[in-house]
């Protein structure tokens, strides 16, 4: 199977701009949770999807968002970016045993 | 709240050492799993071992084996005959309705 997929890989923005990242989980699972990383906060969860529907949501400003589509596929959008939005942004799949599958993730720069 | 602590920033060892890494974590839930995700530098995270809270005994995969002490709140991991490709950053990580990573331990294996 393939694995989960993140794009873009790499992406740079300025202040002020908005964002949307994608992801597509590994074929089958239906569960995606998106994640941010920065040097300074670990691994911070953002939200899970499930079915299309949000299940859960961390403690992240109304900046981001994201949905699911009916084929499993995420988006996150990040909206008046920040400078502080500079991270990577990873994004897992939910197999059968609760492990989450983690993309590549994606790069974000905010200048 | 849901937490997950990683008290060891960074651990240096020679190769075919043992070492341990330490993690404890806190929840109210009874129902839980415990996970050890292994992220070498500039690529992608990766499931190392998973445990769930209702059996005793203790995982093991391989050269990689946990210390669950479930009174205690505390899911070490032991990585035996240690290798270079082992060096990685490791995150602990403990989900109950969501899942919450510790800020993770920098493991150097030395030559």
């Known amino acids: 199977k393939a694995g989960v997929t993140q794009t873009p890989r790499y992406l740079i923005k300025t202040r002020g701009q908005q964002v949307t990242l994608s992801c597509s989980p590994i074929?089958?699972?239906?569960?995606v949770s998106w994640y941010q990383q920065t040097p300074g906060q670990g691994l911070q969860f953002l939200f899970e999807?499930?079915?299309?529907?949000?299940?859960n949501k961390g403690n992240f400003p109304g900046r981001f968002s994201g949905r699911q589509f009916s084929n499993s596929r995420s988006e996150m959008n990040v909206s008046t970016l920040e400078l502080g939005d500079s991270a990577l942004y990873l994004c897992?799949?939910?197999?059968?045993?609760?492990?989450?599958?983690f993309g590549p993730g994606t790069r974000l720069t905010v200048l | 709240a849901q937490t997950v602590t990683q008290s060891q920033p960074e651990m240096s060892v020679q190769e075919a050492e043992t070492v341990t890494l330490s993690c404890t974590y806190d929840?109210?839930?009874?129902?839980?799993?415990l996970f050890w995700y292994k992220q070498p530098p500039s690529r992608q995270m990766i499931l190392v071992i998973r445990?769930?809270?209702?059996?005793?005994q203790n995982a093991t995969e391989n050269r990689f084996s946990v210390n669950f002490q479930k009174a205690a709140k505390s899911f070490s991991l032991k990585i035996s005959d240690s290798q270079l490709g082992d060096t990685a950053m490791y995150f602990c990580?403990?989900?109950?309705?969501?899942?919450?990573f510790g800020k993770g331990t920098r493991l150097h294996i030395l030559p």
């Open positions: 929840t109210s839930e009874s129902n839980y799993y």
């Open positions: 999807y499930f079915s299309e529907t949000q299940r």
């Open positions: 990580a403990s989900r109950d309705d969501k899942i919450i």
């Open positions: 897992a799949s939910t197999g059968q045993t609760n492990e989450r599958f």
């Open positions: 074929s089958g699972h239906r569960s």
């Open positions: 445990q769930e809270a209702y059996k005793q």
